[in-house]
Every structure is written in C-alpha cells, then in structure tokens.
C-alpha cells in the first residue's frame, strides 16, 4: 500500500496502471513484429492468442496467449502493491478492460479470455489452473476456442467456492466473468447458429 497517499487516490492510480498494462497490445505487436502484418484484418480481428493463430503461427499464438495472462497478472502484483485488496480489485479489472477496450486501437481488443486467467491466477491459483483444465478439456473434444472460453468463465465461480477462496476473490471473478461473457455475445450467437469457426481454422 502507497503511504503518503489516501485511499482513494492509490486505488486510482492502480486502476489507471492496470488500465495501461492491459491496453498493451501484444498480439497485435508481435504479428506486426514477425512480418505477418495486422492480425485485426484476419479472422474475428480480435488481438488475441486464438486469432494469431489464424496466422499460421503456433509459437507466436503461444506466445501472445502468455503474455496476455502475464500483463493481468503482473496488473494484481503492481495494484495490489499500490492499493491493497482494493488495488488488486480495480486494477485487475481494469487491466481487463484495457485488454477488451485498449485506447490506443480505438476501443477494439481481444476477448480477455488469458489476461483473466492471469488475474485469476495471482487471485487464487488454484481457480485458475482449475478453470484452465475446464478449457482445455473442452478444446480438445469440441476444438471451438470460444466454447472452452465459455465453459471456463461459467465454471471459475464454482470453482472458488469449491476451493473456498478468500472472499475478495469472488467478486474479482465474477466481474472478470461478466466481462468476458460479454465479449463473447458474438460467438454464443454463432455457436447457437453452429457457424463458430473451430480452433486453427483462418475464417
């Protein structure tokens, strides 16, 4: 926690640090990077690991996917260092929202799927790494990105009370999770019309 600071000061710093950490757009930096051009021009132009992979290129998606959960990750270190527990909360969030609604690409980002991971991972790790093997179960029988993302988000409140996290936990998940269903209100339609693409198709 900042001293010197009052609360409410060092909770908006941390929700403008977590805003900015999120907004950084890393699948789109590393596309560019590699020569592949701007991803947001293929696929679902989303920002994220699954579009990148749209690209051809599986290390670079792997890539972008770690450090999408890095930045919500390091977001909780870094606002929960200037905050406390309400740090944690708001700039959690708000490295969410960055990633989801990034400034600097006109308010058009990725899906937030990897950076609530991250989140949730510094949360509670035991939620995330749960919530992950739901996701990963799901890719592989169904090989739709978008309902592995779904099922994730559904099961991640369950999943802390299962584990009986520490309060604050819950509240940070369930907002992460509205987020999330929201962005993906496209693909439920999709999925409910059966024309979602599968993983690792370029449509």
């Known amino acids: 926690m900042m001293t010197g600071v009052s609360t409410e000061t060092a909770v908006m710093l941390a929700a403008i640090a977590g805003?900015?950490?999120?907004?950084?757009?890393?699948?789109?930096l590393l596309t560019?990077?590699?020569g592949l051009g701007d991803v947001r021009k293929i696929g679902s132009g989303s920002i994220g690991a699954t579009n990148v992979l749209r690209t051809g290129r599986k290390g670079l998606a792997a890539l972008t996917l770690l450090l999408d959960a890095a930045k919500g990750a390091a977001a909780v270190l870094l606002c929960g260092a200037?905050?406390?527990?309400?740090?944690?909360?708001?700039?959690?969030?708000?490295?969410?929202?960055?990633?989801?609604?990034?400034?600097?690409?006109?308010?058009?980002g990725?899906?937030?799927?990897?950076?609530?991971?991250?989140?949730?991972?510094?949360?509670?790790?035991r939620v995330a790494v749960a919530a992950g093997g739901v996701w990963l179960a799901v890719a592989v029988v169904v090989r739709i990105s978008s309902a592995a993302a779904l099922a994730a988000a559904v099961a991640a409140p369950l999943l802390v009370w299962l584990f009986a996290s520490?309060?604050?936990?819950?509240?940070?998940?369930?907002?992460?999770?509205?987020?999330?269903?929201?962005?993906?209100?496209?693909?439920?339609?999709?999925?409910?019309?059966?024309?979602?693409?599968r993983i690792g198709t370029k449509k």
């Open 82 to 108: 200037l905050a406390g527990v309400p740090g944690i909360f708001f700039g959690g969030i708000a490295s969410l929202i960055g990633h989801c609604y990034p400034v600097w690409l006109k308010f058009k």
């Open 19 to 28: 805003y900015l950490l999120g907004s950084i757009p890393f699948g789109l």
């Open 32 to 34: 560019m990077a590699a």
């Open 166 to 197: 520490p309060q604050p936990v819950l509240g940070l998940v369930l907002a992460a999770v509205a987020l999330v269903l929201l962005r993906h209100k496209d693909n439920i339609a999709r999925l409910l019309a059966g024309t979602e693409p």
């Open 110 to 125: 990725g899906k937030g799927v990897a950076t609530a991971l991250g989140i949730m991972l510094m949360a509670d790790w």
